[in-house]
Antibody, heavy 122, light 107 residues
Framework: EVQLVQSGAEVKKPGESLKISCKGSGYSFTDYWIGWVRQMPGKGLEWMGIIYPGDSDTRYSPSFQGQVTISADKSISTAYVQWSSLKASDTAMYYC???????????????WGQGTMVTVSS | DIQMTQSPSSLSASVGDRVTITCRASQGIANYLAWYQQKPGKVPKLLIYAASILQSGVPSRFSGSGSGTDFTLTISSLQPEDVATYYCQKYNSAPGTFGQGTKVEIK
């Protein structure tokens, strides 16, 4: 079964760093773009960026460029998004999701992780 | 960047009604348009890609159409289990911007 399993919920203070993960299984992890999507409480979906684990080619939304870092470790089939200094406005559910077709950058997300809730509060 | 605008933001319809949601791109995106369904408290689910192709397992009452800048998602006969927020997404190039969502409720 193809699945993405994300790390658990996090509660952090402003200014702290954080790295959350998304582990793929049931398919060739290096062959599919994986993306990250933010959903703030009660709000819509926001496309943050995508990474191709095969060569770590990464694309960011201008809204998230410089705010987060997306990475992947293909040896353990895991993608990450990290923050160096969290803000209260980073409080949100974060989803990872896989492109439908291998190797295609222009593609929708067909497999989604269960989501990781990040709460940033002093 | 290309902006995606959905309308309406919300709607209320009766079971069995035909429901239409529109999505407009600020520039042409050919047919690189997907629709997702997100039920309350759940993970988004891909319904339609390439503007009109139904993802495997999606009920046939869902359909999509359009090309270029104007797209529609139609539910031919609304069912109680269709209560959800629906999002369009353009994916021709990064960023893969989502529309702001349309919340569908039962009257």
């Amino acid at each position: 079964e193809v699945q993405l399993v994300q790390s658990g919920a996090e509660v952090k203070k402003p200014g702290e760093s954080l790295k959350i993960s998304c582990k793929g299984s049931g398919y060739s992890f290096t062959d599919y773009w994986i993306g990250w999507v933010r959903q703030m409480p009660g709000k819509g979906l926001e496309w943050m960026g995508i990474i191709y684990p095969g060569d770590s080619d990464t694309r960011y939304s201008p809204s998230f460029q410089g705010q987060v870092t997306i990475s992947a470790d293909k040896s353990i089939s895991t993608a990450y998004v990290q923050w160096s200094s969290l803000k209260a406005s980073d409080t949100a559910m974060y989803y990872c999701a896989r492109h439908r077709i291998g190797g295609v950058i222009g593609d929708p997300f067909d497999i989604w992780g269960q989501g990781t809730m990040v709460t940033v509060s002093s | 960047d290309i902006q995606m605008t959905q309308s309406p933001s919300s709607l209320s319809a009766s079971v069995g009604d035909r429901v239409t949601i529109t999505c407009r791109a600020s520039q042409g995106i050919a047919n690189y348009l997907a629709w997702y369904q997100q039920k309350p408290g759940k993970v988004p689910k891909l319904l339609i890609y390439a503007a009109s192709i139904l993802q495997s397992g999606v009920p046939s009452r869902f359909s999509g159409s359009g090309s270029g800048t104007d797209f529609t998602l139609t539910i031919s006969s609304l069912q109680p289990e269709d209560v959800a927020t629906y999002y369009c997404q353009k994916y021709n190039s990064a960023p893969g911007t989502f529309g702001q969502g349309t919340k569908v409720e039962i009257k």
